[in-house]
């Protein structure tokens, strides 16, 4: 009907306009020319963390086999101490628990850890003008990333039955003097674990 080629026309003419740019009266844009994009000009952001997390956003990577390990060989290489009646070295690492992790969060990164140790110690102390054997445990409770200064050592003894409450008091007294080499055997792990 009438009303059916009315709207053909319409339809018509608006395709016109179309190819030729004059709808609105206004000419048709040109197409953007292509440019080459210097990739010098315009270097690529740089991210932290994976690939696939080029925004940078939330990212948590697990450190805990190099932590464990690095930790270890640290503790392993302090050195024997002299006291005045007695010597003692940490011949093993018994205990080496925890986490620790690297997180990316808005394109920075940050570190962290939480562990418990267990160190063996040997030794040898003059009680009652006599050279006596001791060997025992120095542990760690729980430290976290930061706290190296509240650092704690618990001593405790393998075989004391031939100690004195006395004997064992100047013993773990002289076995506190652990603590300052494993602080900073510690505080050095921390400077590397900042630089993963």
Do not use: H, M
Not at 81 to 101: H, N, Q, R
Not at 109 to 114: A, I, L, M, P, S
Request: overall charge positive.
């Amino acid at each position: 009907g009438e009303g059916g080629r009315r709207w053909r026309r319409r339809q018509r003419r608006w395709r016109r306009r179309r190819r030729t740019g004059t709808g609105c009266g206004r000419p048709r844009a040109p197409p953007p020319a292509p440019r080459k994009i210097d990739a010098a000009a315009n270097p690529a952001p740089s991210t932290l963390g994976s690939v696939w997390n080029q925004a940078g956003t939330w990212e948590e990577k697990n450190l805990n086999s190099w932590a464990n390990s690095r930790i270890k060989d640290l503790l392993r290489s302090l050195d024997p101490l002299e006291f005045s009646t007695g010597k003692a070295l940490v011949y093993e690492v018994s205990k080496c628990s925890g986490d620790a992790f690297l997180v990316t969060v808005r394109n920075k990164k940050r570190v962290g850890y939480t562990y418990e140790l267990g160190l063996k110690f040997k030794g040898e102390w003059l009680i009652k003008e006599e050279s006596k054997k001791v060997k025992g445990y120095l542990d760690i409770p729980e430290f976290s990333f930061g706290e190296l200064e509240d650092l704690e050592l618990q001593i405790s003894f393998t075989d004391d039955k031939d100690l004195s409450s006395d004997n064992k008091a100047q013993i773990s007294k002289d076995l506190k003097s652990f603590l300052a080499p494993i602080r900073e055997k510690l505080r050095k792990f921390e400077e590397e674990l900042k630089d993963r």
